[in-house]
């Protein structure tokens, strides 16, 4: 998670570039072609870029909260009342 490079592997998994490319090719499809099936109209090249960079957005978004410093305390942290939360996942172990 403290890796904030986000493009670093993306084309090492076969399996993730074939969905990929799956779900690009499935959404142009039904974007372009089935609009009477799926409520949808044909995107000038404007506003497919505009999606882009809206989607590609969130890729600048992790990297900045991925930045941002998080402080760590020594001691757990209690609840307002004085009680410690129930433990859960790893700690359980």
């Known amino acids: 998670m403290e890796k904030t490079n986000v493009f670093r592997g993306i084309f ?4 993730f570039l074939i969905v990929m490319v799956s779900t690009v090719a499935f959404q142009i499809i039904i ?7 799926a409520d949808t109209v044909p995107l000038s090249w404007e506003l497919w870029l505009a999606s882009i ?3 590609a957005a969130s890729l ?3 990297v900045i909260t991925k930045n941002i410093p998080v402080g ?3 001691h757990k942290a209690q609840h307002h ?6 433990p ?3 700690e359980l172990a």
Request: glycine letters at 14%; a negative charge; aromatic letters at 14%.
């Open 72 to 74: 760590t305390s020594k």
């Open 81 to 86: 009342d004085g009680y410690e939360p129930l």
């Open 60 to 62: 600048i978004v992790a």
């Open 53 to 55: 960079l809206i989607g």
């Open 31 to 37: 974007v372009e072609f089935l609009g009477t099936f």
């Open 88 to 90: 859960t996942g790893p």
């Open 12 to 15: 090492d998994s076969w399996v």
